[in-house]
Every structure is written in C-alpha cells, then in structure tokens.
C-alpha cells in the first residue's frame, strides 16, 4: 500500500524500534541514503555541519544507510552508527539499513523516487548519497545527485527554513 503523505510512512530506528515520520512534520526534511565504503562517504562530515547549524532552525538530516551499491555498506546497525560516531561524529539521526530499489525497497524510498524523479525522468536511485529536500508540509522539494555536496544543499535548505 503506498503511503498518502511522507508523515504516514513507518520506518526503523538504528536501535531496530519503528517510527513514523509523522514525528518530524513541521520539519525541513534531509533524506540521504548514506554508505561507510563510497568514494563520498566524507559528506558525512558536511551533513553533520548543516545538521548542527541549522537543527535549532527546523532542520532534520536522516540518514539511511543502503548496501546495494558496489556492497560500500556491509556492517551491521551497530556497526554503522559507531564508524559515523567515530569517523565523523554524527548527531543526525541514521536509521536501520534499507533497500532503495528494486522490490525490496523500502516504502519511503518508494514514495521518494514516484514523487522525485531522478534526470530524464528515472526513478531509481543511482548511487549512495543521493538526497531528497522535503519541505516543512511534507512536499518533496527536490532530489539531488550524489556528486552534490552538502555545502552546495545550504542556500536550498535557507529558503525553507
């Protein structure tokens, strides 16, 4: 069944426990589908800067680590959140791993890549960090590619907030 707005769709924790999106309405929404072993792993660093600087403001970075890509995802939840601690001190939320496409993906990636499409009108997510700007009434703003930075994101994620 899919979802009638983005708030509706259920999602898991990194600690394995559901959540709804309804928990971030009213919120400038961030959604990127995030690797450990991907040649830009380092956003991880500019997510986290956007994150703190405009967190107070009404943003919400949410990170879904997905393993479909060149297998650049392999640990486990445990092990995901810890390497994003470590290595990049990461506040943001990150959720449990998902698929992004395929008939696995998970519903939110699918309300996503409908809502979104991708150049040339594609659906499917190309690659790891690829990010989705959803607005504070819950509209997918924009998609963006991977190769786009964070630093790049800020004058977007500024006029919605």
Known sequence: MEAQTIYSISVKKNDGSDMVLDKYRGKVLLI??????????????????LYRQYKEKGLEILGFP????????PGNDEE???FCSLN????FPLFAKIEVN??????LYQYLKTNQKGILGTEAI???FTKF????????VKR???QTTPAELEKEIKSLL
């Open 66 to 73: 997905c393993n479909q890509f060149g297998r650049q995802e």
């Open 144 to 146: 963006f590619a991977p």
């Open 32 to 49: 990127v589908n995030v690797a450990s072993q991907c040649g830009f792993t380092p956003q991880y660093e500019g997510l986290e800067a």
């Open 133 to 140: 700007l959803v607005d504070r009434n819950g509209q997918i």
């Open 80 to 82: 995901i959140k810890k």
């Open 88 to 91: 990049y001190d990461v506040t």
């Open 102 to 107: 395929g008939e696995s993906a998970h519903p």
């Open 126 to 128: 190309k690659w790891n």
